[in-house]
């Protein structure tokens, strides 16, 4: 997995309970992740016919001996980065301010066919987020990775992303996972009193399956635990 690391220094308040301050973000990616289809990933796999995601990731019918009913648009998807936070009460690692929680925004991206999910497998949920530039979700903490998705068509080449985590007016709800998008959510406000920060993800679309990839890069479709594949024994 590919992490940056957020976490707040108070400049008023205490570590416990800031009032002021900044997010600071430690993320060097020592590499670039790949947006590939699930036949790259794992080849000869489908999902689950009630598998939420099966509709936008699985492989056409007959790719890969994909049955009809298992069938999807073929997606390219990815979700090697995540978002993580760190406070242990200090004021160089605070807490959540009381009251607030934190805050993602989605502030641009490279490419209009790149899209973003909230992935939930206990729930079943696969929910668009991200849909429009300033669009945004709270976020509770927790090591969360969300999908990031590209048109089983889309052109060779590098895609990004850019998001701002702030602090937000509003308190966080459950309900969804670790990211909360509910109608107070998408409405929250910033606390001007402290620094968001930015974070950029790139990723690359490679025209031809690379078999060292699938090995070295399963974990990312190991999350993805509703499918089934033709060559599991009945």
Do not use: C
């Amino acid at each position: 997995m590919i992490m940056p690391m957020f976490s707040i220094a108070a400049t008023s308040g205490t570590g416990a309970n800031p009032t002021a301050g900044a997010i600071n973000v430690s993320f060097s990616p020592g590499s670039v992740p790949k947006l590939q289809s699930l036949q790259q990933w794992s080849p000869g796999s489908y999902f689950a016919t009630n598998a939420a995601w099966r509709p936008d990731l699985g492989s056409a019918s007959g790719v890969g001996g994909t049955p009809p009913a298992n069938a999807g648009s073929g997606d390219l998807f990815n979700n090697q980065y995540g978002f993580t936070f760190m406070g242990n009460g200090s004021t160089m690692m605070s807490f959540v301010p009381t009251g607030k929680s934190l805050g993602i925004k989605f502030l641009s991206a490279s490419s209009p066919l790149l899209e973003t999910y909230n992935y939930v497998n206990s729930q079943n949920r696969w929910d668009r987020i991200f849909d429009a530039a300033d669009s945004q979700v709270l976020w509770n903490g927790s090591m969360w990775h969300s999908y990031f998705t590209l048109p089983g068509s889309a052109p060779a080449g590098i895609y990004s992303a850019t998001f701002e985590i702030f602090i937000a007016n509003q308190t966080f709800t459950a309900g969804t996972g670790f990211a909360d998008y509910s109608a107070a959510a998408k409405a929250a406000t910033k606390d001007a009193n402290f620094t968001p920060a930015l974070v950029n993800y790139t990723w690359t679309v490679v025209p031809e399956p690379r078999v060292g990839a699938l090995l070295a890069l399963a974990i990312v479709f190991g999350a993805l635990v509703h499918f089934r594949s033709k060559k599991r024994a009945p």
